[in-house]
Structure formats: structure tokens, C-alpha cells
């Protein structure tokens, strides 16, 4: 069943298409000491037949080490050609090499397989976040595109709230997508 | 003292004058449950003498209502035109119409005369985020550029980390800016 936020988002991304970095995206997540995180990410479409959005990450990155702590994250979402924000509120699935659902290990391969080379190198590289070896020139094997680097992970966001601002309504537009306890979604407009 | 990453940060917004929306900027904050929360602000410039960044808010928004219970927000600006990333994590402090500082709220008078007629309208509008009443034109009175609405608040955020990452680089360059107990940054050449 996909979500009724489906098509606003659809909208979006089709409108603004003309800019490679509409489908950039700031995820948020929460540090294990209870600060925030942020940081850009790319919108790699949506899993089979859900509303899971899929990202991708490195298992050495800080955010794959606060998810299992702290499963949630929030995207912010601004499209600048037609001037709307999308904010998804959800839980952070984390696929590693060693998931136990097969399905999923499945999708993993697949989203490596469909990365571009420059994509894929980058989890060759060394350890993110660690101080830099100048003598290092970043320059590993291309990585065999049919099987992914123990270190790549696919990394899911399952939406429960969804909130979409429209800055070039008159007053401006904004809508509330929640999600209740039967799995059904429901829309209301509410104050920008 | 003028902190070592406002360099890269003068040079970005320099080089992407062009486009309006590279002073808008994602910050994150954590919600009262813990889950985190992340909505697009607008950069408002730097408090006199200070490396702590401009925003505005509601005292009626959510983030408003976030920050006494959890001070710390991590804001991620990504400049398109010239493809890096900073991200700045720090304290955030909201100024509102009874704080106790009468410099800062004079910043805060300042602040709000400094603002388009346009988005000082805002603040007149009905609750955010409540249920839109649709026989409401959101038309109020054009309010004083002399005097602050009550419910309108600068919002400081004052850096502690700041992350800046380069895509163009080849491989990518990334630096982490980090304050020191004696107040002092240090900087350092990290792994993409």
C-alpha cells in the first residue's frame, strides 16, 4: 500500500529533477551521549513494495554506530526549484553483511550492484572519521561490483509521520501525515 | 576571536551568492522522547563578536519547546554550487521576550528589525503546527518593525565541533574543527 505522502514527495523530486542534488537529503540521528547528528545523505528510492525509504552508509561511520542505540532518525528534505520542505519522522533499519533476513541481504547486493564505481570505491577507502595518512593516496582496488565490501551497509528509514511545506502558498501550505496504531496513514492541513 | 572554521564558512557562502537558498541550512535537535527532530532554518549572520550563528524561531514551535530540555543542536549546511558540506555542532541558546541578558535582548529588537516585512508577518499567523482553520486568511496586522512580537525568539547556536567536508577533492577533503576545554580550536586533516 503506498503511503498517501508518496505523491507529494513523487512531485518533488519530479519537479526539481533538473538538480542532481534534489535527492540529497540531511538525516538526523541521536549521538549515544543524547546530542544530535546530522548530515547529508543521498536518496537511493524506495525498497520493493514499501515505504521504506533506502539510504546507503559504512558501518566504521559515527551513524552506524548510533542507530542500534538509538533506532530513530528525522530527514529534512528542502526542494529549492518549487521552494517545499518534506520532514520524515521514522525508524532506522541498519543491513549489514551479517543481517538475518534474507530478503534484505538480497536488497543489500542489489543496491551495491546498481552504485556507480565512484560510489563503491569510497568503501575501499581508509576508516572515515580517523585522522588522515598523507602517504595515503586513496587509491584501492575497484571493488567487484557483484559482491559488496564486508564494511557497506543499506540503511532503511521506515516513515511513521510525514510533514510536507508548501513556502510558496499564500499563506503557505503545510500538511501532517501520521500514521496510527492500525497502520493507517491520515492527513490533516495544519498552521505553516 | 574569530574561530578557524568561519574561513571556509565566509568562502562558501561567498561562492554560492548566487543561489538565495545557500543560507538556508538543516538543524537537528532532539525531541522531549529522544527521537531526533530536523526541520530547514535560515541563516541570519553571526552575533557581534561572537562565532555563535543567527536563527529565528516561534516560541510556539516545537524546537522552542526542545531546547530548554536539550541544548544541543547540530546544524548541516551543504553549498550545491561548490559541492562541500559543514556541519556545526554547539549549544543552543533561545532568546525570548523575558530573557535575563538585556545585550541579548537587544540583539534579539535588532534581530527582528533587521527582518522582511514578509517574515515578520509570520509571526502574527495563527499556532503552528495546530489544525488549519480554513476560514482563516492569515492576514493580521503588518506588526511593528520597533517592537518584537512576544512570541518571537533569536536562536543562538554556538559551535563546539564543526565538520567540513569537500566533495571536489580527489579524493574528497574533510577537516574536523574541534574546541578544546581552554576554549582554544584545533584542526585537523581527517578521512573522507
Known sequence: MIAPWRSPLAHALHRNRSLAYARFLQLATVRPDGRPANRTVVFRGFLDNTNQLKLITDIRSEKAAQIPQSPWGEICWYFPKTREQLRLLGRLTLIDAHHGDPALLKARKMQWHD????ARVQFGWANPGQPRDP???????????????????????????????????NPQNRFRYSMDEGDTWHVESINP
Open 135 to 169: 602517504a595515503d593516496p586513496f587509491l584501492p582496488p575497484p571493488p567487484d561490483p557483484h559482491e559488496p565490501l564486508p564494511n557497506f551497509c543499506l540503511l532503511l528509514l521506515d516513515p511513521v509521520q510525514v510533514d510536507h511545506l508548501e513556502l510558496r502558498g
Open 115 to 118: 552504485l556507480s564505481d565512484a
